[in-house]
């Protein structure tokens, strides 16, 4: 596949984006220099496709690749959506790049990777809020979007619970971690409770 790409000033994007990043330094402990990531907005849908190399839904609008965030033009939008909600969508993408760089790039347990990007971007609507947990232990390495759901409920309990330190121990020791079985472990050893509904509150 060919794609051009264009350098863009963006003065809008690029102050988002330095607020952002400055927030994810801080909570992911970020103390050392390290190149921060860089933003690539796909013109169409047809972009997306052939990017990602399938047929998209619609509401998969961004993605991120290690250090590299991609996202659906604004204009490009089946469903319009405004300043706020597109700035909270670059910022969701950002903190999947942060956690990547936190966990040495993993992406598992989806529920996990997906929960805390929306946590920390702001995009956790409290009238969706559910009312017992059933459904984000569902997603550990497989992804549709149900994962969007609990998620990031699930991850605001362990945090306002527990605490951002053992929230990033769990994440840093996802890199020793290759499998659900041993991720059910690793949970059991940072939070002292077992990984199930019943120790999640709503
Ligand atoms: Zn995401």
Redesign the pocket.
């Known amino acids: 596949m060919v794609f051009s790409v264009a350098f863009k000033e963006d003065k809008v994007i690029e102050e988002s984006f330095e607020k952002f990043t400055k927030e994810f330094e801080e909570f992911y402990n970020i103390r050392e220099a390290y190149s921060k990531p860089q933003i690539f907005i796909l013109e169409n849908r047809e972009s997306v496709n052939q990017m990602l190399k399938r047929i998209t839904p619609d509401w998969l609008v961004?993605?991120?690749e290690r250090k590299n965030v991609y996202i659906l033009e604004k204009s490009a939008f089946v469903k319009e959506i405004n300043d706020e909600d597109y700035a909270k969508l670059i910022k969701?993408?950002l903190?999947?790049c942060y956690f990547y760089m936190v966990s040495n790039y993993c992406d598992k347990p989806r529920w996990l990777?997906?929960g805390i990007?929306?946590y920390l971007s702001g995009q956790l609507d409290k009238r969706l809020k559910p009312d017992v947990y059933k459904n984000f232990l569902n997603y550990y390495d497989n992804s549709d979007d149900n994962v969007?759901k609990e998620s990031g409920f699930a991850v605001e309990f362990l945090i306002k619970y527990y605490g951002k330190p053992k929230f990033l121990e769990l994440i840093r020791g996802l890199k020793y971690i290759a499998s659900k079985e041993k991720f059910v472990l690793l949970f059991k050893e940072v939070y002292g409770f077992d990984l199930k509904y019943d120790n999640f509150k709503v």
Request: proline share 0%; net charge negative; no cysteine.
């Open positions: 961004g993605w991120a969701h993408e903190n999947h990777f997906e990007a929306i969007y």
